[in-house]
């Protein structure tokens, strides 16, 4: 999803002057598309090639850029909320998409063991996804 198309959420992996290479930026949509919070994490994930990373959101729905914390290799990040002007849900009933975005733009590394849940994550249980080992997430 973009700001201004539809209600969603977004995860994104790049740089720029708020984030560094291996940065995430994460987007949460309300219903019209034009109201969201953009969550930046101030320090980079990725500095290697060929380095196993868990790179994750939990979102607590409180309307608020304080709600999302972001977890990099089971810890959680510093981060900066751009844009914090989120109202009404995220839901969507549109499909989601792994690695791709707008149908154009791919994510030039390997994804794997991709999961969502229907409930906000501890971060103990962040931190022991982490620590099980790539093979148990």
Known sequence: NDPGSSAGFD??????????????SIYLMGPSGTTYIHTVTTVGLVTATGVIHL???????????TGVTVYGDGVPMAT?????TLSGSIASA???????AFGSQYFPGAIGRVR???RLL????VAAMWAAGPNAY
């Open 122 to 125: 501890s971060s103990t249980e």
């Open 11 to 24: 995860m994104e992996m790049y740089g720029n002057t708020i984030s560094p290479h291996g940065g995430l």
């Open 55 to 65: 790179a994750c959101f939990t979102y607590n729905a409180n309307g608020s850029g």
């Open 94 to 100: 549109s499909p989601v998409t792994i690695g791709n």
């Open 80 to 84: 900066t909320n751009p844009t914090n």
């Open 116 to 118: 969502m849940y229907n």
